[in-house]
């Protein structure tokens, strides 16, 4: 034990394994520190003291065993000097040397300085002959310890040893060296440790820093970063800021490093996904200012560094060609060769148009990089082929990279080497890449036509973009389906019901007679079908559930319903499958409904929507609709036998609304109790229900006539 620091009674001391104990008045030993300690200065030294000690007694053992394996000559003076030491050297099996070195005024060789702290603890200390004296300075004036004695060990510095952060940074800074070592210290560096990463505590010293001492901030800020980079997890983000911010203080304070030594660093940094955007974009500026040259290795350790920052797709930055660019012309260099380079190296790694297309692609790709990447590596033409128009800007622009990359000539047959089935395979994975919200495009439709000789005579079936499960819809081109049978391309059988991908998204526009199509009967019956199905309401998001949920029929329309009516619906087989869904409508009314069953039939109208208006105009419907008896159901659907004029009367006070809850709303439920007295609770609830849905049906019937006869 060491000296104790003693506040009212409570007590603070290292033990033998440096661990400061607390106590309180009655010797018990504390799990932390009490309120009249915490903030004490004596406790204060205690924990530097620990971190001395602790920091001395690591370095004594990694410092005995790289002894121990090459075999060092260690004097006895050193274990001697150092309980530390002597038990460092005795676990490492380091037996020290009776006889004392030669003094030794070789600046390679170490020199031991021994310390006390007045808390009776003695520390030995090798240091380089060049060090000692300003740490002697340094400890004399900022720390505990006294210096007691000093003699030569005779061990050399390995010359692949590096030095501590302070003896760089004193080396760096010739003439400075005690004002850089009291920069270090301050920031927490010394013989025995390194700063501990609180950003927010080293972001405050650095800022003292930059205000009393700047020109020692670019080398701790690289410092810092490096020990962030190296701790990793959460501190890489730091090193990243750190990096960032050490080279804007070159640049503040007109610092000139090596151009290899900095080029390394942002090889490094890059490396380890840890090169901010920003940082990048600083040092191309920095390269190329207006006017200047640029050395053709600066220019390639320059792209050699973009490369490596190119982890995934998010690393690519838009203004990344135009960077390469500017550099490239200011090293005499082709931009468009030099763009195609980089694109040689990243597109390996994450793919070719991978991210953001309408920026860093773009760019890249709208002078003759792509031509010139096709022949430095002709396997891009492949990359291209997996393309999709998505993976471009435009449209327009994914047609453009076929056509300059040689794709579209490999996939018309104009060029030999694409094997059979590679174009139909390309065609289906862009129509399925559509999404149902855009309109189609006509480009990818002539493309299909411009291929279809090369898809007729490799005979293999193309399959539409159906509906799959887990996948987004796309639209449907039957016309485009049209058009390839008839140029004789085969086209793959499809699913029941074509997947019910839905009649608004069937598209018909540029063949909307679809004769080639309906003359197929494979297709003529999946589409009877998919049509039937729909109107049924089957196979539609929400279809079979209750009509409050979905299709209430006193709405003119519903979330999915058709907007306009769809092109497939003017069609021939459009027109008959509607005209025989309204008859069969008809007769579930003559075969008689109870008030649920009423409103099915009534569901599939708001789906349809106007489609009614245009195609299904039909008096004799509309008068057998209007003659539906809602009242009657509604008197059936009731808990209790009730007057029929007097429902009548309650309905005619209700307005057509959505069914929410499970209760009608006071005003309502006070007239539902006089009309129908005596129900209990749940009674009123379903009271309630049969007259506002009695109430909807009215109203959707009401619409429904009026569409049919209009």
């Excluded at 991908?501 to 309906?518: K, T």
Aim: some cysteine; charged content about 30%; aromatic content about 6%.
């Amino acid at each position: 034990m060491g000296r104790r620091y003693e506040v009212d009674g409570y007590t603070a001391e290292l033990d033998d394994d440096f661990q400061v104990v607390y106590r309180n008045p009655r010797g018990k030993k504390l799990q932390q520190a009490p309120d009249r300690l915490a903030d004490s200065e004596g406790v204060r030294r205690l924990y530097r003291l620990r971190r001395a000690l602790t920091g001395h007694r690591r370095h004594a053992r990694v410092q005995a065993e790289a002894w121990a394996t090459a075999g060092t000559r260690v004097p006895m003076a050193l274990a001697e000097s150092d309980p530390v030491w002597r038990e460092a050297l005795d676990d490492a099996g380091v037996e020290p040397a009776a006889d004392p070195p030669a003094p030794d005024a070789d600046e390679a060789a170490l020199t031991a300085r021994t310390y006390v702290h007045p808390d009776d603890h003695t520390m030995t200390l090798l240091l380089r002959a060049s060090f000692a004296h300003h740490w002697d300075a340094l400890v004399a004036s900022q720390e505990d310890w006294a210096l007691t004695d000093t003699f030569a060990t005779g061990i050399r510095v390995p010359v692949d040893a590096e030095p501590t952060f302070p003896e760089r940074l004193m080396a760096a800074h010739p003439g400075r060296e005690q004002e850089a070592l009291e920069a270090a210290y301050a920031f927490g560096w010394s013989l025995w440790g390194s700063p501990l990463l609180h950003k927010s505590l080293l972001d405050g010293d650095l800022a003292h820093l930059a205000a009393t001492a700047p020109r020692f901030l670019p080398a701790v800020l690289d410092e810092l970063a490096d020990m962030c980079l190296k701790a990793g997890g959460k501190h890489q983000e730091h090193a990243t800021g750190y990096f960032t911010r050490a080279r804007k203080a070159e640049r503040e304070h007109h610092t000139k490093p090596d151009e290899r030594w900095l080029d390394a660093r942002y090889a490094t940094f890059a490396d380890h996904g840890a090169l901010a955007t920003g940082a990048v974009r600083a040092r191309a500026k920095e390269l190329a200012p207006r006017g200047a040259v640029v050395l053709p290795d600066q220019l390639r350790r320059f792209r050699d560094v973009l490369v490596r920052r190119v982890h995934t797709p998010h690393d690519l930055y838009p203004g990344m060609a135009a960077d390469l660019r500017k550099v490239a012309r200011a090293a005499g260099a082709d931009p468009e060769s030099e763009v195609a380079a980089l694109l040689a190296d990243i597109v390996p790694r994450v793919g070719l148009c991978a991210g953001d297309t309408d920026k860093f692609w773009a760019d890249a790709l709208k002078g003759k990089a792509l031509e010139l990447l096709v022949e430095r590596r002709p396997e891009t033409v492949h990359d291209v082929l997996r393309l999709i128009p998505d993976d471009a800007s435009s449209t327009a622009d994914w047609l453009s990279l076929l056509r300059r990359s040689g794709a579209l000539a490999l996939l018309t047959g104009e060029r030999p080497g694409l094997p059979a089935g590679e174009a139909a395979r390309l065609l289906h994975d862009c129509l399925a890449s559509e999404p149902t919200w855009r309109v189609r495009s006509d480009e990818l439709y002539d493309l299909a036509v411009r291929l279809a000789p090369r898809l007729a005579a490799d005979a293999v079936p193309v399959r539409l973009p159906y509906p799959t499960p887990g996948r987004r819809r796309a639209p449907l081109p039957l016309d485009l389906a049209d058009e390839l049978l008839e140029h004789g391309v085969p086209l793959a059988d499809p699913p029941p019901k074509l997947g019910s991908p839905g009649a608004a998204h069937m598209v018909v526009h540029r063949r909307p007679h679809l004769s080639r199509l309906l003359a197929d009967p494979r297709f003529a019956r999946e589409l009877r079908s998919a049509l039937h199905a729909e109107l049924e309401l089957e196979g539609l998001p929400e279809a079979g559930v209750s009509y409050h949920r979905h299709y209430r029929p006193h709405r003119d329309a519903e979330l999915n319903s058709w907007r306009s009516t769809p092109g497939i619906c003017r069609t021939p087989l459009g027109r008959e499958v509607l005209c025989v869904w309204l008859n069969r409508q008809r007769e579930r009314l003559r075969a008689g409904l109870d008030l649920h069953g009423l409103v099915h039939v009534l569901a599939p109208f708001v789906h349809i929507g106007g489609v009614v208006d245009e195609l299904l105009k039909d008096e004799e419907a509309a008068r057998e609709f209007a003659a539906v008896d809602v009242v009657a159901l509604v008197l059936a659907d009731l808990p209790t036998e009730a007057d029929r004029p007097a429902v009548e009367g309650l309905m005619a006070t209700m307005r057509p609304e959505d069914l929410i809850g499970t209760r009608p709303m006071p005003d309502l439920r006070t007239r539902i109790d006089e009309t129908l007295p005596d129900l209990s609770e749940s009674q009123v609830g379903q009271a309630w229900k049969a007259l506002q849905t009695g109430v909807n049906c009215q109203e959707g019937l009401r619409r429904l006539v009026g569409r049919l006869s209009g």
